[in-house]
């Protein structure tokens, strides 16, 4: 409805943000991926470079933020608004951050066993990550995809749910079962990270829907 | 001060959204009654039925916030900018989600007491819950009620700072006087929880004084 | 690129709030000046008055964010986005809670030892403090100091990176050596909230970032 909106029409608008962010969410699948197989494992020493791995793609998503920042700052016509492509930016720093924090909290507090709970988790973040995949990759083609990203966010929300109920009936079990208080204090601050990479997920979707909305 | 605010003038704003949010919020205020009450149950059974109220409230609310989101997607000319109905919907859902929250882990970790510090937060977050009310049903003439809203905001404010002080001296009372570790850990988390959904109760404050600001 | 941006030309901007916002940041910074000079205290004689000075800093720190707030209400121009000044004054704040809210933990969890992780953290958040005066400072002429801007959120952001790592590092030696397991709690609730204001810090300079890529 402003000036903004009309020139949108006949501008060229710069593209380069869509490889950035297709790139970005192939890296946080790839880390969900990792974060998986880390739940496998068997020992400290097989987890040690699957850590390190996981470590590695936050590094590469912080690049990548670095790199749409820098594109923001050249840009004159953008996809969407500039403070979105910004936020969307961040929220999915904010994803790999979490589940890097999660795989660092494991390395560094070593706790005897890993609990089925945090597998549970590792699946809830793995779908996370794809619908997140599905959704920011649909941008590019947003008014065609707008149904199905839609429906993706609210796939998210619904993640979010259960990774509410997931960290509750897990915290529960571990009150109950967990004698050791040390252990249980760490066990329950890396089921507490990956709870919250669960709810940046969200965020991610928030973002999305901001997104759609302006466009409607 | 753009052709979205001249237009705003001429085309009817879609008043579809005032209901909407004046459901949620009577939603909310009353969660917040029925958590009120949860205080005062003296045993487990009792306990139960006002949790299930409560969830079903949360499921209300979430119900609410699609319908709010489908809304915007249908609207034309909204009464404020999309993106801050959009946060405004999302930030009551918060409120929501961690008085449930709080609900639930009592349920879940069935701490053997409830400290007298849950009852102050429950009529903290009672008080939160009504000012939330308040500012939310001025919207619809938030030119008439402007003064009296920001009035509640900063209320929401100092009710915000009252939490952080409850927080810090029941946790500081936690650890004089609880002995057993473990229903330390429980009440410290549902402390925790409540807090937060005090928190969240300025972060509508928040959306709120934006939506006055851009009127200004 | 709309009327806004146009009428941003012809229009004097408001400069009030750039002194409020320079009185906000040597607010910050005289906290966190205060908050390193706590860490070398040896005994709760000597802490007291200086949490005091913290608390009060945070108080003076709320006012000018009721200022700001209040300024906003009365002015037509704005030097950047209405929304965008509402945030960085809430951002601004929060780092101040968080400093505050740890000091204030200090205070009411009596914690034995003050450890040298609280000690490396306050070096942080001082950093922090001094990295957030610079880049505010800088906006009043913002287009000159843009690349020094954007540098000086870089760092925030490797400011927040090393907080996490300090963070994890400094919780796995608490458990290894803190064997009072009510002491280990109080000290990782205090790191915790340490953490958060450098997190807090490194949000005040996306809110800066938006600013600038709103700018470009």
């Known amino acids: 409805m402003n000036l903004d909106y009309l020139l949108k029409f ?10 950035l962010f297709e790139h970005d969410v192939k890296v946080l ?21 699957i850590i390190k791995q996981i470590k590695a793609m936050e590094l590469e998503g ?11 700052n050249k840009s004159f016509i953008t996809p969407f608004d500039r403070e979105d492509i910004h936020e ?20 560094l507090y070593k706790p005897k066993v890993l609990l089925p709970v945090l597998k549970e988790f590792s ?4 779908q996370a990550a794809k619908e997140i995949e599905f959704s920011v990759n649909g941008l590019r083609n947003a008014g065609k995809n707008r149904e199905k990203i839609i429906q993706s966010c609210i796939v998210l929300n619904t993640i979010e749910n259960k990774g509410d109920d997931l960290y509750q009936m897990g915290i529960s079990k571990l009150f109950d079962e967990e004698k050791d208080t040390i ?34």
Do not use: C, W
């Open 10 to 19: 006949f501008v060229p608008k710069d593209t380069a943000f869509f490889p």
């Open 29 to 49: 699948v790839k880390a969900a991926e990792l974060f998986k197989t880390l739940m496998d494992t068997q020992s400290i020493e097989q987890r040690e470079p």
């Open 88 to 107: 969307l930016a961040s929220s999915l720093d904010d994803v790999l951050d979490h589940m890097n924090g999660a795989s660092q909290r494991i390395r």
């Open 183 to 216: 252990e249980l204090i760490k066990t329950k601050e890396i089921i507490a990270t990956l709870e919250k990479a669960v709810d940046k997920a969200e965020d991610v979707s928030d973002v999305i829907k901001t997104i759609l909305i302006k466009m409607a």
């Open 123 to 126: 699946e809830l973040i793995y």
């Open 62 to 72: 912080d690049e990548i933020t670095h790199e749409i920042f820098g594109q923001l």
